[in-house]
């Protein structure tokens, strides 16, 4: 099983991006997906997730800006990002629960301008 995200890029403040991550190989069951960064100086922290069921939960300093969104057919999550500012600069990793095991994509670094 593997994940490949993409969407990252450099963008000005107030801008936006949309980052997308798929999985693919042998796959059975997908649960929860969701969205991880890693800013400068900083641990990685969640900023959005997903459930299978649809239900949503957002990190409190991405609440109105960001969306996340699932395709199940395309085993993909989607981030949606708005009114994006320079401290959402980081490197954003994609994590889906793929039989039964967290899986990390390989991170895209976004760099938000001021």
């Known amino acids: 099983v593997q994940l490949q995200a993409s969407g990252g890029g450099l963008v000005q403040a107030g801008g936006s991006l949309r980052l997308s991550c798929a999985a693919s190989?042998?796959?059975?069951?997908?649960?929860?997906m969701g969205w991880y960064r890693r800013r400068p100086g900083k641990q990685r922290e969640l900023v959005a997730v997903?459930?299978?069921?649809?239900?949503?939960n957002y990190a409190d300093s991405v609440k109105g800006r960001f969306t996340i969104s699932r395709d199940s057919a395309k085993n993909a999550v989607y981030l949606q990002m708005n009114s994006l500012k320079p401290e959402d600069t980081g490197v954003y990793y994609c994590?889906?629960?793929?039989?039964?095991?967290?899986?990390w994509g390989q991170g895209t670094l976004v760099t938000i301008s001021s």
């Open positions: 190989g042998s796959i059975w069951s997908i649960n929860d």
């Open positions: 997903i459930i299978s069921g649809g239900n949503t």
């Open positions: 994590n889906i629960v793929v039989n039964r095991v967290g899986r």
